[in-house]
């Protein structure tokens, strides 16, 4: 299966660790024959958190762009552009249902080229009982869908 991971599951390669996750999660699902893909909206976000936690000492700068170099440099891992006028109009409607818009553009990626959205962020986690969220789903991509890690592995 296609899938799109959140920026969460990345975390851990520029050392931001997250304690219910494992830091290994890509590999793992890579393991399990999934093909792996991130929105480069997910390379900005962990340029900010890790830009947040440089400027707490928490972190070397080296870390993180070592860690966004790792992932960007991956033959394993397909990185999408959120500038497709498709998945641009996929996010425009989704923001009728997300206030984040960040998190339209990365759910957008993930509908218009995976087969699923790999995230345990509740606000997106919520679509799946959304009328309107679902109806858009059956016109774009029928068979696409937002799990958690757990329901993957």
Known sequence: MKLLLDTTYFLPAIGISIKELPRDAPIKLIDKGHE???SYI????????????VINGTLKSERV????RAIVYDDAVETIPPHDS????????????????????????AINHCDAL???????QNLKK?????ELMTTINPKFKIQTLSETL
Not at 42 to 53: D, M, N, V
Not at 65 to 68: A, E, F, K, L, M
């Open 118 to 124: 790999i995230t345990e962020d509740n606000d997106i």
């Open 86 to 109: 498709l998945l641009l109009l996929t996010a425009f409607k989704l923001r009728n249902a997300l206030t984040d818009f960040i998190d339209c553009l990365i759910l957008s990626s």
């Open 65 to 68: 762009t070592r860690g966004i």
């Open 36 to 38: 792996i893909s991130i």
């Open 130 to 134: 959304n009328k309107e969220f679902n």
């Open 42 to 53: 997910t390379l900005f976000e962990l340029s900010a958190k890790g830009a947040k936690h």
